[in-house]
C-alpha cells in the first residue's frame, strides 16, 4: 500500500541496531511503494526471503493471531516457504534484500504493470485586467471539482521505464527482468523459476526461509544453506513475526 514504506520504516526505527531478517508473502500492490520499502531495507542491509510465519499459539487456519502477540507486538514461531508468494509489485520490494532467497516451494512471479488514472473536472474563477490590449492575471480561484471517471493502462512512459531499468541496476538485477514484465499480461503471471531467478540475479543463491532465518555468522563465501546446517538441533532459535 501507499503507506506501507512509513509503517516499513516506524518498524525498523524501533527495532534499532537488530538486524532482523525479512519474510515476505505477497500478492503484490503498489509499485512506487514497493521500490521505496527496497531501498530502504537495502540502506539498511537487510536480507530476505519469500516466506512466511507461524506460531505454535496460533490456529492451523490463521497462522498469527492476535492472541500470540506479545506486549511489544512480536509473536514467537516458525519460518517456513510452502504456500509463499511474491508476485506482481512484491518481486521489486524484494529485490532490496542484500542476500535474497525463495525455495522450489515459493513463487515468485510478475506481470505487467497497470497505472490507474483518475480524471476530475476543475472550475476556477479568474480575474484580470486589460492594459494596453494584453491581459494581466490577477487573481485566480478555485470554485468546483467534478470526477470524470477513471481508468487503467498497462503502457509506461519513458520516465516510467528509466525510473524501473535504473531501479533494477541499482539493486543489482538484470534488466531482463523489466522484459518478463512487460510480456506478461496483468491477468496472469510469470512465474520464475529458481534457476531462472539465479540468472536475473533477483535471487542471491538457492535457500530457504528458514535456514535465511538460522544462518548466523556465516564464514566469508558460506552459502547459507550451509551455514544454517552447522547449527546444532539445540541451538537453533525461534523466529519473531512482526
Known sequence: MADSPRKLQKLLKRLG????????????????????????????????????????????????????????????????SVGAICFSACPLFFAGGVQRVSSPFALLGVHQITTTYS?????????????????????????GRQFVGKYDTTKLGRQQRARLTGFLKKMGVDESLFDLMLGTQPTSIHLITQMDALKLRLTTELAAADQLVVAKDCKDQQSIADCATQLPAAAVPATVGE
Request: hydrophobic content about 35%; glycine content about 8%.
Open 17 to 80: 541496531g537488530r538486524k532482523l531478517p525479512i519474510i515476505v508473502s505477497s500478492p503484490g500492490g503498489d509499485v512506487r511503494a514497493a521500490m521505496e520499502m527496497a531501498y530502504v531495507i537495502r540502506k539498511q542491509k537487510l536480507v530476505i526471503a519469500v516466506g512466511r510465519t507461524r506460531s505454535r499459539d496460533c490456529p492451523y487456519a490463521e497462522p498469527i493471531c492476535s492472541a500470540a502477540r506479545a506486549k511489544d507486538g512480536s509473536i514467537k514461531g516458525e519460518t517456513f
Open 119 to 143: 480524471e476530475v473536472r476543475i472550475r476556477y474563477r479568474t480575474e484580470y485586467e486589460t492594459v494596453n490590449g494584453k491581459r494581466k492575471v490577477l487573481s485566480r480561484q478555485e470554485i
